[in-house]
C-alpha cells in the first residue's frame, strides 16, 4: 500500500541534525565542550538514593526550581526548567516565531538557532563575525530596526569564544524594543559573566542555561530559562507540563551542593586554556581568545588532513571547515593529561613553526 503523509515543507527542505557519532566514550572526547572530568561524585551518590517509588511518579518541581533558581540568582518565578539547553532555545520559537516571521542570528555561532529556525520555517538574517571573530555589532544595532521576532547570541559565543561586554549589550537590549532578546549563557560559569541580573529592568531579555557543561551533566538533559515573571509567564504557555526528569532534577541538587568541584574545573580549565593556546601557537597555530571551555585555532588549508589523521588515533575534534574556512577547529579543554596527549600526537612534521 502506497502512502503519502502530509509532511511539512519545512522538514522536507532540510537535512536531519546529525548528533555525534556513537561509541565515543573510550576515545579522546575534545569535540563537544563536554566535562571530561565527570561530574561530582555527590551526583552519583543522590542519583543511587533514588527509590522505585519515586522513579514510578511523576517529578515534582517547586523545591528544585527553588534551590536551583537561587544559584542562578534568580527567584523561583523567574525560572522554567528544560529538558536540556536546546530545549530552553526550541521554546522560544514555540512561543515567538510563526512560518515566514523573522529571527536573528550571527554566525558562526551554535547551530540549533539555525536548525530550529529551519524547522519552524522561519525567515533568518545571518550576520558574520569579522575575521578576527569580532562582534557585528553595528549590524546588530542596524538589524534590529526591522523587528525580528528574535535575536539569538550566545556569550560567550560557541565556537568562536567570543564575549560581549556589558556597553555592548545594552546597546543590543535598548535598540531591540520589538524583539525577543534570547542570551544564551551555556558557557557562562567560564568567562564569570552573567546577565540574569539584568531581567528586571529588560522585559524582552531571555537567558538561557544549562547543566551540560560545568556541572557534567549532558547525559541527563537539564537547561533553563530566566526572564523577568511577566515576559517568562508567556514563555510557560508554550511548555509542557513535565519537562524535565527526576534523574535531571536530584543530580543538579547534588552538583549545586558541590559547588567546590564545578569551581575546581573552572579554575582548572581557565589555567588549562591558557597554557595550550600558548603551546599550539608554538605550532605556528593560530588560535583565538575564548572565555569559555574551548578554543577556536586555525591549523591552516592542511588542518583537514591532520583532522582526519588525529580521528583515527581516537582523538575528536569539532572540524569547522564548513562554516568558517578550511583548517579551522574549535577543541575542548579537557584535563591536563588529555590535552598533553593531544599535542604529543600532533604529527612531527607539525612540531615546527609555521
Known sequence: MKVHLPVREAILNRRTYEAPAEGRSSKLRLDFNENTSGCSPAVRRALASLTTKQLAMYPEYQAPTRRIARYFGARPEELLLTNG????????????????????????????YRYYGEIYGARISALR???????PLEGVIAALRKKPRVLFIANPNNPTGTLLQKEELRRILKAATHTAVVMDEAYAEF???????????????????????????????????????????????????FPVNLAALVAAEAALNDRATMQRYVNGVKRLRAWFAAELEKFGVKTYPSAGNFLLANFGPSGPALFKKLERQGILLRERSKDIGPGFVRISIGTPSEMKRFLKTIPKEWRTPA
Open 85 to 112: 539547553g536546546d530545549d530552553a532555545l526550541r521554546v522560544f520559537f514555540d512561543t515567538f516565531v510563526e512560518a515566514s516571521s523573522h529571527i536573528l542570528i550571527c554566525e558562526p555561532t551554535f547551530p540549533m
Open 191 to 241: 568567562s564569570g559573566f552573567s546577565v540574569v541580573r539584568w531581567i528586571k529592568k529588560y522585559p524582552q531579555l531571555f537567558v538561557a542555561r544549562t547543566f551540560s557543561k560545568v556541572a557534567g551533566l549532558a547525559a541527563l538533559r537539564l537547561g533553563a530559562v530566566i526572564a523577568s515573571k511577566e515576559s517568562l509567564a508567556l514563555v510557560r504557555r508554550a511548555m509542557s507540563p
Open 129 to 135: 563575525y569579522g575575521s578576527e571573530m569580532e562582534f
